[in-house]
């Protein structure tokens, strides 16, 4: 669905934790909130050549977060709908899902996006 999705993310206590995302659509927001805990794990584990993980390991990344929220627009309100963890979790689950049922798409642009050192992972990256 092509919905315009932000995230705020707080890791810990300190106000400088604090992150947005900013993404064209909620598919993308997905992706890249997979992407932010592989580039976790990645950083953790330099020397793995393939990351692998269950949804249990992504939503605790999620739970570990003081903060990690979406605002999604809603055009027959013309706002942003709040949604919390456990909205990101279920919406993460479909998002996986939906990709296993469909054909096989090349990857190659999106792999190339996560291979990408820093900001790869999402469009903007700010303070809030």
């Given at each position: 669905m092509t919905?315009?999705?932000?995230?705020?993310?707080?890791?810990?206590?300190?106000?400088?934790?604090?992150?947005?995302?900013?993404?064209?659509?909620?598919?993308?927001?997905?992706?890249?909130?997979?992407?932010?805990?592989?580039?976790?794990?990645?950083q953790e584990n330099p020397r793995l050549g393939e990351i692998q993980y269950r949804a249990e390991d992504l939503f605790h990344f999620i739970d570990?977060?003081?903060?990690?929220?979406?605002?999604?627009?809603?055009?027959?309100?013309?706002?942003?709908?709040?949604?919390?963890k456990e909205w990101i979790k279920q919406s993460l689950l479909r998002h996986f899902s939906n990709a296993r049922s469909d054909p096989p798409q090349p990857r190659q642009q999106h792999q190339q996006q996560r291979s990408r050192g820093g900001g790869g992972y999402h469009r903007q990256s700010r303070r809030w």
């Open positions: 919905v315009h999705t932000i995230l705020l993310t707080q890791k810990d206590q300190s106000p400088a934790s604090r992150t947005y995302f900013d993404y064209e659509t909620i598919a993308s927001a997905m992706d890249n909130i997979a992407g932010l805990y592989e580039q976790k794990l990645q570990s977060h003081k903060e990690f929220v979406a605002l999604v627009f809603d055009p027959s309100s013309s706002n942003y709908r709040p949604r919390d």
